[in-house]
Nanobody
């Protein structure tokens, strides 16, 4: 089982990034997928979760209206579109499913 994130980087406040998490080793369409983040000195927090069919989605309050989670079951990939980014969004973002974590991708929001 392997989860591989991509798409992180440095962006100015107000900018956008799209993260992707490619999955292999299990039946992707049968599992909920989640994005977590961990900022320096803080605990890891759940950012967004999407159900197997994509019809049930939850977000942490701090990203509602700015982030969108989606999935493509044909490509075994889950996405996190992040708009109107703020410095407090700076963190390592990791995808999670079935007890397995990706390696994480760094997102830095700074001018």
């Amino acid at each position: 089982v392997q989860l591989v994130e991509s798409g992180g980087g440095l962006v100015q406040p107000g900018g956008s990034l799209r993260l992707a998490c490619s999955v292999s080793g299990f039946t992707f369409s049968g599992y909920s997928m989640s994005w977590y983040r961990q900022a320096p000195g803080k605990e890891r927090e759940l950012v967004a979760r999407i159900s197997p069919a994509g019809n049930d989605i939850d977000y942490v309050d701090s990203v509602k209206g700015r982030f969108t989670i989606s999935r493509d079951n044909a490509k075994n990939t889950v996405y996190l579109q992040m708009n109107s980014l703020k410095p407090e969004d700076t963190a390592v973002y990791s995808c999670y499913a079935r007890g397995v974590w990706g390696q994480g991708t760094q997102v830095t929001v700074s001018s």
